[in-house]
């Protein structure tokens, strides 16, 4: 992966972009040495799309599992409550 200071990049983004896009690099964009943003393909932002999908059915059906509780008769509500 390339790495270049924002400041650097200003200069370069159509050069920057054409890389991302057509030779499918990924680009870290820094300040002060720290990485603040990436440049990624098109294909590479759907891909990180999809898993991040995916990522929260799961944790929706995870959820759902674990609210799922045996049903309890209405007598036995009644009962409980002293109805």
């Known amino acids: 992966m390339n790495t270049i200071a924002v400041t650097n990049a200003r ?17 870290s964009l820094t300040r002060q040495n720290k ?16 898993l991040e999908d995916k990522s929260d059915i799961l ?10 509780e045996p049903a309890v008769p209405l007598d036995e509500v009644k009962k409980e409550l002293g109805l």
């Open 11 to 27: 200069g370069q983004l159509s050069e920057l972009i054409n890389k991302v896009a057509y030779a499918k690099e990924r680009i």
């Open 59 to 68: 944790e929706l059906e995870q959820d759902r599992e674990s609210l799922k």
């Open 35 to 50: 990485p603040v943003a990436y440049l990624i393909s098109v294909e590479d932002m759907q891909l990180l799309e999809m």
